[in-house]
């Protein structure tokens, strides 16, 4: 703990001060982050480290698995900082982010000793989908491969979810909002993307188009169905 406060100290001395015209214009102006990160608590994996982020590029929330509780009346952490991110702060971009060698989906692979964690074995629940469709469709994974995909349809599982959002919802329709998977490799330092026309997970590469797994698109179903009568 005295090594990071030591940081804290840091900060103070050196980062702030050469940073302060950005901290200036956050603090009078206010934020305007590009993106939702809805990412893994897991101390390995740092959102704004991935990404490169200055103060005020991102707008984060983490929690254990990076899960997204399908939308509910009840007031949950996870819910009010997507609603927030999309309703007030306008942000149009929204990542799921998973990693390797994760801890929560080590517990949905083998929830062994999460009798003593009743909390967490109810929050995991939000990610039971993806534990079944890999017992059911590869059956013959196990160990390291069993769990890093149980992680990847995690992510799937988890994008399923935020569409459940009003804000996110309405966001679709109007053709402001695209969602994006992602996956950080933490052994091989590298992030996947989930495309969402084929379905499969892609390294992200500077030649290559982003992967995404929901394009920005206006949706015209409503007139459609209109003409149709």
């Known amino acids: 703990m ?3 406060i030591g940081r804290v100290f ?3 001395k050196t980062i702030f001060p050469a940073s302060s015209e950005l901290f200036g214009k956050l603090t009078t ?3 305007e982050p ?3 990160m809805i990412s893994c608590a897991d101390s390995r994996i740092v959102p704004e480290q991935i990404m490169q982020a200055n103060p005020g590029d991102l707008f984060v929330c983490r929690n254990a698995g990076n899960i997204v509780p399908p939308y509910a009346t009840q007031n949950g952490g996870v819910t009010s900082t997507v609603e927030y991110a999309v309703a007030a702060l306008g942000v149009r971009d929204i990542i799921v982010c ?3 060698d994760c801890g929560a989906m080590k517990a949905l692979s083998d929830p062994t000793g999460l009798e003593t964690m009743p909390n967490v074995a109810a929050w995991l629940k939000h990610g039971a989908a993806a534990e079944h469709i890999v017992s059911t469709c590869h059956a013959d994974l196990e160990g390291k491969e069993r769990v890093r995909a ?3 349809e995690n992510i799937i599982a988890q994008i399923s979810h935020l569409r459940t959002h009003p804000s996110v ?3 679709i329709a109007r053709g402001e909002m695209t969602l994006h998977g992602w996956f950080v490799d933490i052994h091989a330092g590298q992030v996947l993307g989930l495309n969402g026309d084929t379905g499969e997970f892609v390294p992200l590469r500077e030649d290559r188009d982003l992967p ?3 394009a920005a698109r206006t949706r015209f179903a409503t007139e459609l169905a209109e003409a149709a009568e």
């Open 2 to 4: 005295n090594e990071l």
């Open 10 to 12: 840091h900060f103070e």
């Open 29 to 31: 102006h206010g934020q």
């Open 34 to 36: 590009k993106a939702l």
């Open 98 to 100: 998973g990693h390797s």
């Open 150 to 152: 149980i992680s990847l």
């Open 169 to 171: 919802a309405a966001a």
């Open 212 to 214: 995404v797994a929901l």
